[in-house]
């Protein structure tokens, strides 16, 4: 990781940005099942177990400079068979969430993934491929990034499995309940 | 038989295959399927990665809508992304009152509110046990003989809610393929995670899931998947999986519905077997005997 991005995780803005993951895994005993669970644990740099533990004692630069949890792909293997009874995924989103809402840079390429998708299902009500990557292209500014993307992108279009219009509704049908949630996260 | 249905977002487009064929081989079992009106994104992976209150005010707005029809009572949801965030509201509002009314407060903005009475039902489980091999036996005119399918489960349909198999060892596919007049390929992968949006966000490690997985099921000839993502991560990524392996790692790669829409001899055209990357060509030629219907 460059080294303003490790300062930007050394001061992090919410003191609470683990807090939440910290509740819910308070009463881990390290015995690992997890790590033995996950089908990712080989590309993550640190364990699940060990998350855990760095979670548990509020080491924050750790927890954000590591890309485990992230790589969590919510199978709930981890959360089905932790012998504390402990809901491991939802902790993984609650970190997921954190760094979304900190706009970490070292985790923009998979946390604008999902921003810019929920910003396309907000104005749209639907999700739409063609807006929603187009946004995310856009947050991102990386002239390669869109080609990563194209080759299955114009596969699906050959198909007819892609819409290649923009979509015209304008009605945002989810506008109201977005608005009404982000005010209720905002006042607590 | 009537069910709610939730078709989600990946049924109208990457995975429109799966929406004609569950409403083909629904109809044709005769399971009326009420789509429900206006209904809008879930938030599939992407909300509980942002925000959670959303997580779960949007999945709420749907059963909400769908509340409206009180003469049924369950949704039937095919992709297991949507069926897991509709789930998991239905169960959680069900022990959490405050919870409700949290959603609810959400909700208010658009005049609507959840009661919390619907069932919500993955495709899988009401073919496996509300309808059942008994009722699709009978139908089989076109028996898959000797076709050897591989049950692919992926996560959702089965964790963290055990709703209606064993969420490690699956089995409920089994009795269905049995009653099409194929076999069940054994092997153990049936509930492995096949990466799901790791594929989009962080490919190497998605990659190496998808070829474990398609690598297991060699001596299969066909894979039956439940679920919108795991089928396009198996379906559309065989070259570069097999690349990963070196080996020749491709293999037909189905929607259940849309296999047993073939027995019960719906075309290949009504159950879209021209959007599926991985099914070159005629199915049925290339894997069965033409064997005349049964008199009727």
Known sequence: MNPSAAAEIKTTRAPDAIEQARRMVQSCIQCGTCTGSCPNAFAMDRTPRQLWRLVLLGQREAVFGSRTFTLCSACFLCTLRCPRGLHLTEAMHALKQAASRERLTAHRPVTAFYRNFMESVRRHGRVNELAFMTLYFAEMKSPLLPLRYSVLGLRLAARGKLSLRWPLRRQRPLEAIFRRAAEMEEGG | ?296
């Not at chain 2, 509340?67 to 897991?84: D, F, M």
């Not at chain 2, 005049?111 to 309808?131: I, P, S, T």
């Open chain 2, 1 to 296: 038989m009537i069910y709610h249905y939730y078709p989600g977002c990946s049924l109208e487009g990457t995975a429109r295959e799966y929406d004609l064929s569950t409403r083909a081989v629904m109809a044709a079992l005769g399971a009326e399927l009420a789509e429900i009106e206006g209904w809008t994104c879930c938030g599939a992976s992407a909300a509980e990665s942002t925000n959670a209150l959303l997580a779960l005010a949007l999945p709420a707005r749907n059963l909400a809508k769908a509340e409206r029809h009180a003469e049924i009572g369950a949704v039937l949801v095919p992709c297991s992304a949507c069926y897991l965030n509709l789930k998991t509201v239905a169960e959680k509002t069900r022990k959490d009152p405050s919870l409700l009314s949290k959603i609810n407060a959400v909700l208010g903005a658009e005049q609507l509110r959840l009661q919390g009475r619907l069932q919500v039902k993955h495709l899988l489980d009401v073919l496996a046990k509300d309808l059942g091999p008994a009722a699709i036996h009978p139908k089989v005119v076109r028996p898959l003989d000797g076709l050897r399918i591989a049950p692919y489960y992926g996560c959702q349909c089965l964790r963290p809610y055990a709703a209606f198999d064993d969420p490690e060892a699956p089995t409920s596919m089994e009795p269905l393929i049995r009653a099409l007049g194929a076999e069940v390929f054994r092997w153990s992968m049936g509930g492995r995670c096949c990466g799901a949006a790791n594929m989009n966000t962080q490919r190497t490690a998605g990659m190496e899931l998808v070829a474990g997985i398609l690598a297991a099921a060699r001596g299969a000839d066909a894979l039956a998947t439940v679920c919108p993502m795991c089928q396009m991560n198996l379906d559309a990524f065989q070259g570069a999986a097999g690349r990963l392996r070196q080996a020749d790692l491709r293999i037909d790669v189905l929607y259940l519905p849309q296999l047993i829409g073939l027995a019960l001899g719906l075309s290949e055209h009504e159950l879209g077997l021209r959007f599926n990357f991985s099914v070159k060509g005629d199915f049925h030629r290339r894997h069965l005997k033409e064997v005349a219907p049964h008199a009727a």
